[in-house]
């Protein structure tokens, strides 16, 4: 059985730095392509990064690339997502997501909340 947690939501002040994870099991790690999602209050859920099975096979969206930065260790099954100099834009609920070539899994989210 497949299983995506997240963790490391939580609340943070605009400027301020976050480190999302995502601990993978029930698939062959290292063969899937990893990807982060955001869903903010009242819109429809949009990608931020993915992780490729390649090296250096990572994206983030224009965006927000200059302040998020994904990675991945296979070794231990998780994949990163870096939110630096957050903004109120980036408050919402953040998926990881697994795709095998066949079939997306989605884990259950980590709201990110960001307030003064």
């Known amino acids: 059985q497949v299983q995506l947690v997240e963790s490391g939501g939580g609340l943070v002040q605009p400027g301020g730095s976050l480190t999302l994870s995502c601990l993978a099991s029930?698939?062959?790690?290292?063969?899937?392509?990893m990807y982060w999602h955001r869903q903010a209050p009242g819109k429809e859920r949009a990608q931020v990064a993915r992780?490729?099975?390649?090296?250096?096979?990572?994206n983030v969206a224009e965006a927000v690339k200059d302040r998020f930065t994904v990675s991945r260790d296979n070794g231990k099954n998780m994949v990163y997502l870096h939110l630096s100099r957050v903004e109120l834009d980036d408050s919402g609920v953040y998926y990881c997501?697994?795709?095998?070539?066949?079939?997306?899994?989605w884990g259950q989210g980590t709201q990110v909340t960001v307030s003064a």
């Open positions: 997501a697994a795709f095998n070539g066949v079939t997306t899994y």
């Open positions: 029930g698939l062959s790690f290292s063969n899937v392509v």
């Open positions: 992780a490729g099975t390649v090296p250096g096979g990572t």
